[in-house]
């Protein structure tokens, strides 16, 4: 018989640190395992490992907090097969469910129940794979793309892509890339202030966004 639950690593409760919505209280599930290694990850601790849970009791967490959104994210939360068939479940709930995904995987069925927020690896990431492109159709303009932004060339590679007029959402994030102690690699760094003035000067249409979390708590902080 097919197990009807997800791997997940870890389920809190916090402030949205990210998007459009940040500073919304949030429930957070983390789930287990992503086939990208970026060098700026900071969630190495979700690539493996995890604990099995049943939908019951993934959805008795949740419950514990007075909330009406949820995220799902990662590791990439995509990749595990249970994960529709739940969002489904939060839904019929009355929660307003978000998707935070790599966009190296179809979001087609994913962006019909969710709120996606896709983020497009950017040169610096190393694994920019283009993997982008093909969900483009599947966005609805109320979806979020996000980049990170480890370098100037990373910038000029977004701001490209951003004045190509190819990206379908009404949200377009950037973000500086924030050094975590458990990166599996090494990358140049942005300086916040660095990617701001550049935002301003070439009048580019996102928003400029710093991980409200790391900043409140800590850029080494697990679980927010």
Not at 149 to 162: E, M
């Amino acid at each position: 018989m097919a197990f009807t639950g997800l791997l997940i690593t870890e389920i809190f409760y916090s402030l949205q640190g990210e998007t459009s919505l940040i500073g919304v209280p949030f429930v957070f599930i983390r789930l287990t395992g992503c086939n990208l290694r970026c060098t700026y990850c900071d969630s190495v601790y979700s690539f493996k490992g995890g604990k099995k849970m049943s939908f019951e009791e993934v959805m008795a967490e949740v419950k514990k907090y007075k909330v009406k959104h949820v995220l799902m994210t990662g590791g990439e939360p995509l990749l595990q097969r249970n994960t529709l068939e739940f969002i489904d479940l939060l839904k019929t709930e009355g929660y307003q469910v978000s998707v935070e995904t790599h966009g190296e995987v179809s979001v087609e069925e994913a962006s019909k129940k969710a709120r996606i927020i896709m983020d497009i690896k950017t040169p610096g990431s190393g694994m920019s794979r283009g993997g982008y492109i093909k969900n483009f159709p599947f966005l609805k303009p109320t979806d979020e793309v996000k980049f990170v932004i480890t370098s100037k060339d990373d910038y000029s590679w977004a701001r490209d892509l951003v004045k190509s007029g190819t990206i379908p959402t009404e949200e377009i994030l950037f973000s500086p890339a924030m050094l975590a102690l458990n990166s599996p690699g090494k990358y140049e760094g942005m300086e916040p202030r660095t990617l701001a003035d550049l935002i301003v000067g070439d009048q580019l249409p996102v928003r400029f966004q710093w991980q409200l979390h790391k900043l409140l708590w800590g850029a080494d902080t697990k679980g927010v």
